[in-house]
């Protein structure tokens, strides 16, 4: 996460509340949260699309953050990544959690649109972007919809209407491909 | 990193790999700092995404949830691919049933050194690997609670032995204690709720710092169900 002098700001703010966290300070918690909470919420309903799963993956978040504070390593990466890692891993556990049964409409949504959307919000001079608008249509959607709506393997082979094998083929090749366009 | 390693790191990060796929990479993650590299490169590009996303209205209800749930923080964890064993009823009552015997034969042999001690405990759980009593947990009425191991465990360098708890099912797996080598170990109970009858505890092989996720990710070694002491 890189950018304007405002998101290295915010960056330092929270990797400095991270950090006092890992020291045990409860009010470095309630400073993530005016600062990111809005933005974990808004990230949690993508995956989920339900506000109340996605408040709760944001309160688990916030639980995992005070107790791993210790294990965040600014040396490793950026503070805000690491918040929201925490974060897609607790919005996946609820989606893959076979127990639960999350009822919308909107994942039905037509796999071209989806990824077009997607792509539409990034900023205009986006490497990720001009890189993804390079793959062809369906090897673009994989990646995208992954890892914007949290989609699995198989949800997209049953979205793209094409074998398991061929999802994880077009996978593996939009990553190569992503990977030297981005260098 | 050839151009493959760099992809399985690109899926990892994308949350596309599971089961034994997904386990194998959070190890490497753990022990290879190249390949971890490329998973942290892999979140920086994607997280365009997320910073591309609109906030949505963040209130104080939300926080005052959060906050409601810090006293237990300190051990908490969440829901994971692991609730599909804990949901598992059939598998946790045959190793209720296993591990009440094993309570019971090991209950009358503890109670001696327990006597000679002064302590009474309250419950008892022997945590087995099979048939083989890896360790035994015992809770005392004043809140106290001891792992005792009953035999050598392997530890391989870099690793440490974590044991978990499950109070419910709602609330899933709790780290109560840590430990580099088989020895008596004081646990946390503290902050939980009061043991029942049949809890679960185990203990797991994870990383020397204790698990990243704050719910188990390695092997099972030996687990058991709390039964009360004769």
Redesign the interface.
């Given at each position: 996460m890189t950018g304007s002098a405002q998101d290295n700001a915010t960056e330092a703010q929270v990797a400095a509340a991270i950090a006092r966290c890992a020291a045990g300070d409860r009010t470095a918690l309630r400073v993530i949260y005016d600062l990111e909470a809005g933005r974990m919420i808004g990230v949690a309903r993508r995956m989920l699309r339900r506000q109340d799963l996605a408040e709760e993956a944001v309160q688990e978040t916030f639980m995992r953050v005070w107790r791993a504070a210790r294990s965040f390593d600014p040396q490793k990466g950026a503070a805000r990544t690491w918040l929201y890692t925490v974060l897609r891993n607790c919005a996946l556990s609820i989606l893959r959690d076979e127990g639960r049964f999350i009822a919308d409409d909107d994942r039905a949504e037509e796999a071209a649109p989806a990824t077009e959307n997607a792509l539409a919000h990034l900023p205009e001079a986006s490497a990720l972007r001009r890189c993804l608008e390079r793959l062809d249509a369906e090897r673009r959607a994989v990646v995208v919809l992954a890892y914007v709506h949290g989609l699995s393997h198989g949800e997209l082979a049953g979205k793209l209407g094409v074998p398991l094998g061929t999802v994880k083929s077009w996978v593996r090749r939009s990553l190569i491909s992503l990977q030297e366009c981005m260098g | 990193m050839t151009?493959?390693d760099?992809?399985l790191a690109?899926?990892y990060a994308?949350?596309?790999l599971?089961g034994e796929a997904k386990a194998m990479a959070e190890r490497r993650l753990a022990a290879d700092p190249g390949f971890?590299?490329e998973v942290?490169q892999w979140?920086?590009?994607?997280?365009?995404?997320?910073?591309?996303?609109?906030?949505?209205?963040?209130g104080d209800e939300?926080?005052r949830?959060?906050e409601a749930?810090?006293p237990r923080?300190?051990?908490?964890?969440?829901?994971?691919?692991w609730?599909?064993f804990w949901?598992n009823l059939a598998a946790l009552r045959v190793t209720a049933l296993g591990a009440s015997l094993a309570a019971l034969v090991l209950a009358v042999g503890l109670g001696f050194a327990i006597k000679a001690a002064r302590q009474q405990p309250v419950m008892i759980a022997v945590l087995l690997d099979g048939n083989r009593a890896g360790a035994v947990v015992h809770t005392f009425a004043d809140g106290r609670a001891v792992l005792l191991p009953l035999t050598a465990i392997n530890v391989p360098e870099g690793k440490a032995l974590e044991v978990w708890t499950l109070p419910s099912r709602e609330r899933g797996p709790v780290s109560v204690g840590l430990m580099n080598q088989a020895r008596t170990l004081r646990l946390s109970l503290k902050d939980l709720p009061a043991l029942r009858t049949d809890q679960l505890f185990e203990i797991t092989l994870e990383p020397a710092?204790g698990s990243?996720?704050?719910r188990p990710t390695g092997p099972v070694l030996f687990k058991g169900n709390a039964a009360l002491a004769l």
């Open positions: - | 151009p493959d760099k992809a690109g899926e994308l949350g596309l599971e971890a590299r942290e979140r920086a590009r994607f997280a365009e995404f997320d910073d591309a996303t609109a906030p949505q209205p963040a939300l926080w949830r959060i749930d810090m923080a300190a051990v908490a964890i969440g829901p994971s691919a609730t599909r949901n710092t990243p996720t704050g």
